[in-house]
């Protein structure tokens, strides 16, 4: 591994788990994203938002970036401030994860709330609004909005040549959807390099980018609330399908691969682990299946992997994750380090 002097030097070349595979050959990969510096995929999206306010002219030397987050994109935003000498003011509320919030403000980030102390909600709508208005304030200041900013899909193309050159081809790219630029990012990459994966987005329940009922969920930086305006990133164009999962199922599964696996990952990954699990059987025969990891487990050991926490938003349900840990079971690859060992 080289030697390097920036943190943003670390970015890309993340390793893919195998974590289940059928008798006919269908595997599911986890691109997990949570080796990148900041434990997330999305300082890769961060990083190109900066270097493309630069060659833009939008952001000046000493300026000030602003922007609203539910926590990944802030992280990344902080480490390549500080690298590039920027200020940098993150709009957040309470439904982001504490450690999320406690480690953008260690490295340097200004906090910005929304709400109260004890307002939990998620408040996507009025962080945007209040962003938008602090960086209109400020002459200095760029408002990256992540979700309307086409630079968001091109920080995740990487992901796609990293996935070719690994694997050769990708059958089905089935990830979470929040601003949609890392699963569309990467798929319009594919298809550019000539590879026309099967692309499947993965929602919570409540979310209203695949249209339906809107509602409250708890799974983090992913989905689009009621109330907000689906980003300009989600490519309908290059969407095959469009699937919901309930916050018990996706944390379920989170938990499960936790206990099963001993690899922790996010909510809104357990949803797409989970979408992918229970049909498993009905891709073709032989298919390699994707899922980007957007981060890591570690961030969530107060929700998603606390009981009590779980337990008083009805969120805990040990009939699910058994449920998921027959399906890893059944699914278990073969373990080829030890083939052929006695």
């Not at 939008?58 to 926590?71: A, D, K």
């Not at 990708?170 to 026309?196: Q, Y």
């Not at 409540?206 to 708890?218: C, M, N, T, V």
């Not at 699990?277 to 994707?290: D, H, K, M, Q, Y």
Request: glycine share 12%; hydrophobic share 40%.
């Amino acid at each position: 591994m080289p030697l390097v002097t920036r943190v943003t030097d670390l970015i890309g070349n993340t390793p893919l788990f195998e974590l289940a595979a059928t008798a006919t050959g269908t595997r599911l990969l986890l691109k997990l994203e949570q080796f990148n510096p900041t434990g997330a995929a999305k300082i890769r999206m961060a990083r190109e938002m900066v270097l493309d306010a630069e060659r833009r002219g939008l952001l000046n030397v000493g300026g000030h970036i602003i922007e609203s987050t539910s926590g990944n994109t802030g992280l990344g935003l902080a480490v390549v401030a500080a690298e590039r000498g920027y200020r940098f003011t993150a709009v957040v509320d309470h439904h982001a994860c504490k450690d999320k919030l406690r480690a953008m403000k260690a490295m340097g980030a200004e906090l910005v709330y929304v709400a109260d102390t004890d307002d939990d909600s998620l408040a996507t709508s009025a962080r945007e609004d209040l962003a938008e208005a602090m960086a209109a304030a400020r002459p200095d200041a760029y408002f990256t909005e992540q979700h309307n900013n086409d630079a968001n899909a091109l920080g995740y193309y990487a992901v796609a040549e990293e996935l070719l050159e690994d694997l050769g081809r990708v059958d089905i790219l089935l990830s979470a959807v929040g601003t949609g630029g890392s699963l569309f990012g990467t798929a319009r990459r594919l298809r550019e390099l000539g590879c026309m994966p099967r692309v499947i987005g993965v929602e919570p329940v409540g979310s209203i980018a695949f249209g339906g009922e809107g509602g409250p969920y708890w799974q983090s930086g992913t989905g689009t609330p009621p109330g907000a305006t689906v980003g300009t990133a989600v490519d309908y164009s290059l969407l095959d399908e469009g699937v919901k999962v309930t916050d018990v199922a996706a944390f379920a599964t989170a938990r499960a691969v936790a206990r099963r696996n001993g690899l922790l990952l996010g909510g809104s990954a357990g949803g797409s682990v989970h979408a992918a699990l229970i049909r498993l059987e009905e891709f073709p025969p032989g298919s390699t299946i994707v899922t980007i990891v957007c981060d890591g487990g570690e961030k969530y050991l107060d929700t998603v992997f606390d009981d009590d926490w779980m337990a008083e938003r009805a969120l805990l349900d040990e009939s699910t994750e058994r449920e998921v840990l027959d399906l890893l079971d059944r699914y278990a690859p073969t373990r080829r380090d030890l083939v052929g060992v006695s």
